[in-house]
C-alpha cells in the first residue's frame, strides 16, 4: 500500500488543528454557558459541533484513522451549500447569520479538498475489501 507523505500528514494535523480552535473558540463557550432558551435544533447543532471539535483532537494523533471526519466536514457543507446557501444567495435572501454561513461552509469546500488525500481514500474506503457481515465458519 502506498505510503502518505509525512508533509501531507502534518497538512491534515494542521487542518484538525484549525478546526479544533475555530469550534473551540465559537462553539465551546456557547455549550458551556448555555441558555436555557437555546432552540431544540441549536442545541442539537452546537452539540454536533462540539463532538466534531473534540473528535478533531484524535485526528492530530491519527490523522488518516479521523479521515471519516474530514469527509464528513465535507460532505454535510457540500449538502448545506447546494441546498441551502446558493438557493438563498441567488435568490437574494442572505442574511447576515447566513451569508457568514455560507462564507465559512465555501472556504470550507475549498480547504477539505486539497488536505485530504484522495488516493489514500480511494484505496482504503473503496478498494480495500469491506469487513465480513457472517461470523467466520469454523474450520
Known amino acids: ?6 508533509l ?3 497538512v491534515l494535523r494542521a487542518t484538525y488543528l484549525l478546526i479544533v480552535i475555530g469550534l473551540g473558540l465559537v462553539i465551546w463557550p456557547l455549550i458551556i454557558q448555555h441558555s436555557s432558551t437555546a432552540s431544540h435544533m441549536g442545541s442539537v447543532v452546537r452539540s454536533l459541533l462540539g463532538a466534531v471539535s473534540l473528535l ?3 485526528g492530530l494523533r491519527y490523522p ?5 471526519l474530514l469527509l ?6 457540500s449538502i448545506w ?11 437574494h435572501r442572505l442574511d447576515a447569520g447566513t451569508a457568514e454561513t455560507l462564507r465559512d461552509c465555501l472556504l470550507g ?10 488516493g489514500h481514500v480511494w484505496r482504503r474506503y473503496f478498494r480495500q475489501p469491506g469487513d465480513r457481515w457472517k461470523r467466520a465458519s469454523a474450520s
Not at 500500500?1 to 509525512?6: A, K, L, R
Not at 488518516?64 to 471519516?68: A, N, S, V, W
Not at 451549500?81 to 435568490?91: D, E, R, Y
Open 8 to 10: 501531507r500528514l502534518y
Open 72 to 77: 464528513f466536514e465535507l460532505v454535510w457543507k
Open 64 to 68: 488518516l484513522q479521523m479521515l471519516p
Open 109 to 118: 469546500l475549498v480547504i477539505f479538498p486539497i488536505v485530504i488525500p484522495w
Open 81 to 91: 451549500v447546494v441546498a441551502f446557501g446558493l438557493p438563498l444567495w441567488s435568490g
Open 1 to 6: 500500500m502506498t505510503e502518505v507523505p509525512v
Open 56 to 58: 478533531a483532537l484524535l
